[in-house]
């Protein structure tokens, strides 16, 4: 584009120069306004802004209160931001009348503003670099937003028929390409699924088809293969205990199955024990379970030399270990383990050793169990490389859009008069 000029914004740079630039102060003013009643409860997301508490199915969003009481009214065309999340983007122009928790800010909109644009606008990167700076704080997850500072940042304004131009240019956009993501997000979603399923079927009813088969006697197992047997986990399993070494560095059962250092995947959002009260260690080659987890799939074959915490079931056994974690995986996957459970806690099963023990598993031979393994091992490699190239695909769309956004919402790029 030509006539540019220094919007004095670093993340920004240059903009049109019929655009202008605003202080926050003068085009969001700071609102409380307390719950009138009977409204929809709203949340905002990293991802996606302003949304219904009702469609957050899925997604890591706060819990509202069971008092809603103080809870405050927002608006349709309302700024609204996560006070200690802001930093990482969790703002957005609402589409809704609603509440949210008193913990969060919202702002009424200037009538100079249109909606999509500033939703753009607001959320891209260019502005969350500035809220990080408004936020002070230590942590690595929360840092508090402190307004004075926030409503000195400044904002790029174009002419308002330029901002309605721009908004519904993108919210067309956006749409389009949501469209596509979710379409590769469903076709992994139905990977994932298959995976499941392999699993499940052939640790149940083995490779063979034609194999003449018998009732097991157990009801999420139903019919599997004559010469199988029905062992009680006690008489296959070892409970290992073993001694920690002085230089064992901390291991995590995972809920996508993996058992790693947990230095190897993260060290941020773990609560570290100041007292190793009843740690063990574990080997390289060993069976865990996750005693608290192991019904979301937290059930695998540690790949490190370590220490854990006694919630880990660390197992021995002269069965296959991959067969057996691959048995306990379909019943997680099958929700078995939440049926059996009776405890009262929400998605959640006690997974100790005396349960494990008393468990019933189908054992094919060891030879047969080794071709199972085999099996499984191999669908899983080939279907997690084509999982893996979508996911690169999703996250080629994503940047694509994050550079649309900003191309478009700063002025590096103007939308065609129709």
Known sequence: MENMKYSGIKSIGLIPSDWHTERIKNILSLRSEKNSGDRELLSVYLDKGVISYSDSTGMQVHKPSADLSNYQNVHVGDFVMNNQQAWRGSVGVSKYDGIISPAYFV???????DPDYMNFLLRDGSMVQQYETSSRGVGTIQRNLYVLWFMESIVPIPPITTQKRIGAFLVDKCMKIDAVAADIQSQIDVLEQYKRSVITETVTKGLNPNAEMKDSGIQWIGEMPMHWDCIRGKYILQYLQKLVKKDDGVITCFRDGEVTLRSNRREDGFTMSDKEIGYQGIDIGDLVVHGMDGFAGAIGISDSRGKASPVLNVLGTDQNKRYIMYYLRSMAYSDVFLALATGIRVRSCDLRWNKLA?????????????????????VIKKTDEVIADKKEQLETIEEYKKSLIYEYVTGKKEVPVA
């Open 107 to 113: 702002f009424d909109l200037s009538d100079n503003c």
């Open 358 to 378: 008393e468990l019933m598993y189908p054992v094919p031979p060891i030879e047969e169990q080794e071709k199972i393994v085999e099996h499984i091992d191999s």
